[in-house]
C-alpha cells in the first residue's frame, strides 16, 4: 500500500466515484469533448517515446498512449483507480499506486520522454517540489503537458476576493446519482507557471481552447458559458536544464 502524503487531497472522493469512472468518464462531455481534444492536439508523433501517465485515474490516456505506440507507465494515488486502469489495458504496461508528493525512487532519472499530467495538478499543494520530480525524471527537452483548473474559473465561480491567495477549495460533483465533494487547489496564474519554470522548463504552448461541437450538442448551456469563461488551462512545458 502506497504511504499517502500529508498534502495529497481527494483520495477519499476519488474512491467514491471509481465506479463512474470506470463506467461513464469516455463519453462524459468535460472529458470527451473538452477536456482531451485539446490534450491530444499537444501529444504529437508519441510513438516508441516512453511517457508516464501521471494521476492515470480511469485509464483512457494509458490506453491511448498504449495503442499509439509509446511506451506508458501509469501511477496514481488512488489504489481503485490502478485497478480500473490495470483492467483497462489488461496488464500492457506498469501501472503503479504513487503519490508525486513521496517522490518516484522507482523511476530514473532523465529516464522518459513525456509527462502527462491530465486534470492533476490542482491536487497538488506544492506544486515547484512536483514540477522538480518531473523534471529528475524527464530526459533534456523532454515534455510536461498539463491540463488543470483555469485560474480565472476558479476565481470567479466560488467567488474569491483574493486573485493572489493560494487556496483549498471543496465543490460538489454530480456522479450519476451521487453527489460526492471533491477539494482542490486554487492559484494564480502566476503561481502555477513560475514554479514550473523555476523548476527548468521553458513554456512552449499554452492553450484556452473552445469545447468542441460534440459538447455544444450534449450540454448547451454549459458551452455557451465555457466560449466566454474557459473551465481548464492547457500547458505544454519543455525540460531545457
Known amino acids: 500500500m502506497e504511504n499517502i502524503h500529508e498534502d495529497t487531497i481527494s483520495v477519499k472522493s476519488y474512491d467514491e466515484m471509481a465506479k463512474y469512472y470506470e463506467n461513464f468518464v469516455d463519453t462524459k462531455p468535460w472529458n470527451a469533448y473538452y477536456e482531451r481534444p485539446a490534450t491530444l492536439s499537444l501529444l504529437l508523433n508519441i510513438k516508441n517515446l516512453k511517457i508516464m501517465d501521471l494521476g492515470c485515474a ?3 490516456y494509458t490506453k491511448y498512449l498504449l495503442d499509439n505506440g509509446a ?5 496514481d494515488v488512488n489504489k481503485n483507480m ?23 525512487d522507482f523511476i530514473k532519472d532523465c529516464s522518459l520522454d513525456i509527462v502527462l499530467a491530465s486534470l492533476v495538478i490542482h491536487y497538488i499543494k506544492n506544486i515547484e517540489k512536483a514540477f522538480n520530480e518531473i523534471n529528475r525524471i524527464l530526459k533534456l527537452n523532454g515534455e510536461i503537458i498539463i491540463s488543470t483548473h ?7 465561480y466560488f467567488k474569491r476576493d483574493n486573485y493572489m491567495a493560494v487556496e483549498l477549495l471543496e465543490d460538489e460533483w ?8 471533491v477539494q482542490f487547489y486554487r492559484r494564480p496564474l502566476s503561481k502555477l507557471l513560475q514554479p514550473l ?13 473552445e469545447p468542441t461541437k460534440e459538447f455544444k450538442d450534449k450540454l448547451p448551456e454549459a458551452y455557451e458559458r465555457l466560449i466566454k469563461r474557459p473551465n481548464f488551462l492547457f500547458i505544454k512545458g519543455r525540460k531545457v536544464k
Open 150 to 156: 483555469h485560474p480565472l474559473m476558479e476565481f470567479t
Open 58 to 60: 480511469g485509464g483512457w
Open 197 to 209: 519554470i523555476n523548476s527548468g522548463f521553458y513554456i512552449e504552448n499554452i492553450m484556452e481552447p
Open 71 to 75: 511506451d506508458v507507465i501509469a501511477t
Open 82 to 104: 490502478v485497478e480500473i486502469t490495470k483492467k483497462r489495458t489488461q496488464n500492457r504496461c506498469p501501472v503503479i499506486q504513487a503519490d508525486i508528493n513521496n517522490g518516484f
Open 174 to 181: 454530480n456522479m450519476g446519482d451521487e453527489k460526492i465533494n
